[in-house]
């Protein structure tokens, strides 16, 4: 068969128009490898309108359970979508990593993005040795340690925070001259004893034989290297947009994101949308990637 409408991705851009697409009566289908996207790792949701506070995993599974309350609509978890292409007559044709294929009218990109890396020496090597991604996940991990976490923004002072609880002492290395992350946040961290910030600073390798125990870092103002002594290091500096899928499709802005009409989440190929973080839009955040991929349905209806 030919579907109305693929989906690919099951962060909350993707659930939401998986539902609003049923809601249409659109007859469509959603890929996904899991569902909740970036938030599932969250201890303590307090910015998603209308929920004074919900944990990352009670997320997840609430999108989850509506999206599967939806009437008409195809779910396919577990999966990936390999390779998009053009067929001769305008579908879009979809190859799945289980070999499956699925053709569709048009096709919305919920796809997202991923965690940066460092790219030093060590970090590689020692990723799950003490090298995380994921606070939330790793913190109990590292009681009574001392603990390096990288970035200026949200994600590595909230990083910072649920370490506290934890670590003997939490070093916030930060290449900028002021953090980024909100004021709120920034007093709270800086209220604890246990937190230390270095300005202006790199980090340039990872030691340890079994896991982290050193972080060299690097002063961009005088050029001083100096050692720290860690057990842990918290990579949190941004996030690069999962767009390789339509990188011959659509066009994409100088950090590869997918560039899409603001009004309508249309990109430049006539039979492809897309909402949420994979996009060139100007903020990260759950609420605005669910009203994006609602633009883009109640959009691609219009254009049927």
């Not at 699925?102 to 890396?117: I, N, Y």
């Not at 039979?271 to 691609?300: H, P």
């Amino acid at each position: 068969m030919v579907y109305d409408l693929l989906i690919i991705g099951g962060g909350p851009a993707g659930v939401a128009a998986g539902v609003y697409a049923a809601r249409k009566k659109l007859t469509a289908v959603i890929v996904a490898d899991s569902f909740g996207g970036q938030s599932v790792v969250s201890a303590d949701i307090q910015n998603w309108i209308g929920v004074k506070s919900i944990s990352g995993l009670e997320f997840s599974s609430a999108l989850e359970g509506h999206l599967r309350a939806q009437e008409g609509l195809e779910i396919r978890e577990g999966e990936r979508v390999a390779s998009l292409t053009e067929l001769p007559e305008g579908n879009l044709s979809a190859t799945l990593s289980s070999g499956a294929t699925l053709e569709a009218h048009a096709v919305l990109l919920a796809t997202g993005s991923v965690r940066r890396r460092l790219g030093v020496p060590g970090e590689q090597e020692l990723d799950g040795k003490g090298v995380s991604y994921c606070s939330i996940c790793d913190a109990p991990l590292f009681k009574n340690e001392p603990v390096v976490v990288v970035g200026g923004g949200n994600s590595a002072l909230e990083a910072v925070i649920d370490l506290i609880p934890y670590a003997s002492s939490v070093r916030l290395i930060h290449r900028g001259a002021t953090l980024r992350g909100d004021q709120v946040t920034q007093e709270r961290i800086f209220a604890d004893a246990k937190v230390s910030v270095s300005y202006r600073t790199e980090v340039v390798s990872i030691s340890g034989t079994e896991r982290v125990e050193t972080v060299d870092i690097r002063n961009s103002e005088t050029n001083e290297t100096s050692s720290l002594p860690a057990r842990g290091v918290f990579v949190e500096i941004g996030l690069d947009p999962v767009s390789d899928l339509v990188r011959n499709l659509v066009k994409l802005d100088e950090r590869g994101s997918v560039v899409t009409d603001s009004k309508t989440q249309r990109t430049s190929h006539p039979r492809i949308w897309a909402a949420g973080d994979v996009t060139d839009g100007l903020y990260r955040q759950n609420n605005i990637s669910m009203g994006d991929a609602t633009k883009a349905v109640l959009n691609i209806c219009e254009a049927r």
